[in-house]
């Protein structure tokens, strides 16, 4: 999917789509949406709205804790396809990638959830 996920919605963005490359062969690897000025202001406000909406700010932390690791518990179970993308998109050596990156991302999350 090549757009932008803004306010609970996907979108096209404004600015249009580029090509993300794989450094190594130079090949496209797909189009993504590319986000104008505007859409990033939409962003913005969209998460200040979400950072003090009732769902979120009035939530028992024990539930926030319980998503924030679920979404660590996902990242994990994908973590040799996460860690394959990001050493395709940006070049990083798979196993920086699949050894330090993903996992950090893992524990952050799961750090956030504590």
Same mark, same amino acid.
């Given at each position: 999917?090549?757009?932008?996920?803004?306010?609970? !919605?996907?979108?096209?963005?404004? +600015?249009?789509?580029?090509?993300?490359?794989?450094? @190594?062969?130079?090949?496209?690897?797909?189009?993504?949406?590319? %986000?104008?000025?505007?859409d /990033?202001?939409?962003? $913005? !406000?969209?998460? +200040?709205?979400?950072?003090?909406? =009732?769902?979120?700010? %009035?939530? *028992? =932390? %024990?539930?926030?804790?319980?998503?924030?690791?679920?979404?660590?518990?996902? /990242? !994990?179970?994908? @973590?040799?396809? *996460?860690?394959?993308? !990001?050493?395709t998109?940006?070049?990083q =050596? *798979?196993?920086? %990638? @699949?050894?330090?990156? $993903? =996992?950090?991302a893992?524990?952050h *999350?799961?750090?956030?959830?504590?």
């Amino acid at each position: 999917r090549n757009q932008l996920f803004i306010d609970g !919605e996907w979108r096209p963005g404004r +600015a249009g789509t580029f090509a993300t490359v794989d450094p @190594a062969t130079g090949k496209v690897i797909t189009d993504v949406a590319q %986000a104008s000025t505007a859409d /990033v202001d939409d962003a $913005v !406000e969209a998460a +200040a709205r979400a950072y003090t909406a =009732p769902s979120w700010a %009035a939530m *028992l =932390p %024990a539930t926030r804790a319980r998503l924030l690791n679920r979404l660590a518990d996902l /990242v !994990e179970a994908h @973590a040799d396809e *996460l860690a394959l993308l !990001e050493t395709t998109d940006q070049g990083q =050596p *798979l196993g920086v %990638a @699949a050894g330090i990156s $993903v =996992p950090n991302a893992v524990e952050h *999350l799961r750090y956030y959830a504590g």
